[in-house]
């Protein structure tokens, strides 16, 4: 099973005005749960498991936008960083996809892939799926079953978060940065309908910012 740090429900983070945040999101957030500089050095580890497991092989890493571009450019980052100096290094390639379910801050059941590359672009190789975050886990399971249609040699799921939800089908990928309460969070690529993508650190979202940017 995958190892990952845990951030336990009674964990109450850090105040905000500990770190640096946008004066536009200041009224917005509770309490920021993850610094960036803690995202950094995980992700670091994370490259570094990657490598030693995937090491030799090719791989094709695939990003799920849109939340999961910071994750994926700053993992791949180490990994290249890792690869400049490591015996063993790992030829890449990216693509990616779009997939989207969430509206507000619900699931709306149904998982669409609305843009990015063919997946049959994938067939025979060695697939890295790069994800922000693992909720109820439909996201990742309806991409592993339209990508296994296109006969990949082997894949892989990396997500920075993983949250405690009696709301999970109990789907795990197979590395994991965090395990994360089941509260709402935005920050670092994570949206809030579009919003606070624009945010260093993962922070927990206010009850009123939910209202006020409710589409
Ligand atoms: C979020 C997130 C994951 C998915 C996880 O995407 O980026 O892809 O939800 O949720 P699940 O495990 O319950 O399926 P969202 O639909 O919000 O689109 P976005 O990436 O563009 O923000």
């Known amino acids: ?99 989207k379910s969430y509206c507000n801050d619900r699931s709306t059941n149904s998982v669409k892939v609305i843009g990015g590359e063919e997946l049959s672009k994938l067939s025979g190789k060695n697939v890295l799926i790069v994800e922000d975050v693992v909720e109820t886990g439909r996201t990742m399971e309806t991409l592993l079953s339209l990508l296994s249609e296109c006969k990949p040699k082997m894949v892989k799921v990396v997500s920075l978060l993983v949250k405690r939800t009696p709301r999970s089908s109990g789907y795990r990928p197979d590395y994991i940065g965090f395990e994360v309460p089941d509260a709402f969070l935005v920050g670092y690529a994570l949206d809030y309908n579009e919003h606070f993508r624009d945010l260093s650190h993962i922070c927990i979202l206010n009850d009123q910012a939910k209202e006020k940017y409710k589409v």
């Open 1 to 99: 099973m995958a190892s990952f740090l845990q951030i336990a429900d009674d964990d109450e983070g850090h105040e905000l005005d500990l770190f640096c945040v946008p004066r536009h999101y200041e009224n917005d957030l509770e309490r920021v749960i993850i610094p960036h500089g803690l995202i950094m050095d995980r992700t670091e580890r994370l490259a570094r498991d990657i490598i030693r497991d995937m090491g030799g092989h090719h791989i094709a890493a695939l990003c799920v936008l849109k939340g999961g571009y910071t994750f994926f450019a700053d993992l791949l980052d180490h990994i290249q960083v890792l690869n400049q100096n490591c015996d063993e290094s790992l030829p890449l390639t990216v693509d990616f996809i779009r997939v």
